[in-house]
């Protein structure tokens, strides 16, 4: 029976070692898991940080793209503002010039036109005076002419009152008189 007792006693404390064991064994079973699931908790913890960080990165250098092109359109803008202020300016003074130009044109055409008609009138003048000095000239060698005439005329009747032969007066009134 003492063996019997013992065999029980035995078992017993092999049941109660086994259960020790086994607690044990489910007591570092759950540390563990709690261990790997604060592991994971910590690591879906960090990668959610991460996340949240290369999100507001992400927000940030767009807004600062959105930020840089904005003043990239401004800049380009004003530079577009200037160029176009400075091409009107120059077609202005293009303008101005081309309008000074014309009038310098039209002032210099009209000069030239009146020297062209002063010139003309000076010429018609210089005709008329050339024609009326031929004129005068003309009519003053007739006047000579007719003069000499006369002188000739009295002359022949001079001589033939004076009673010279008609054989010399026949010379005297064949020559002809030049002026």
Known sequence: METAKLRAQQERAADKQSELDELRARRYQEAKEREWRAKERAMAERSAAMQKELAAARAAQKNAKVRQQADMATVEHEDFMR??????????????????????????KEELMSQIAANEERRKLERQMHLEEGKKLRQAQEAE????????????????????????QVELSKMKIKA
């Open 83 to 108: 160029v176009l202020a400075v091409n009107r300016a120059k077609e202005q003074e293009d303008m101005a010039m081309t309008a000074k130009q014309m009038s310098i044109n039209q002032k210099y």
């Open 145 to 168: 002419l007719e003069r000499l005439n006369a002188i000739k005329t009295a002359k022949m009747s001079q001589l033939a009152s004076s009673g010279v032969p008609d054989k010399y």
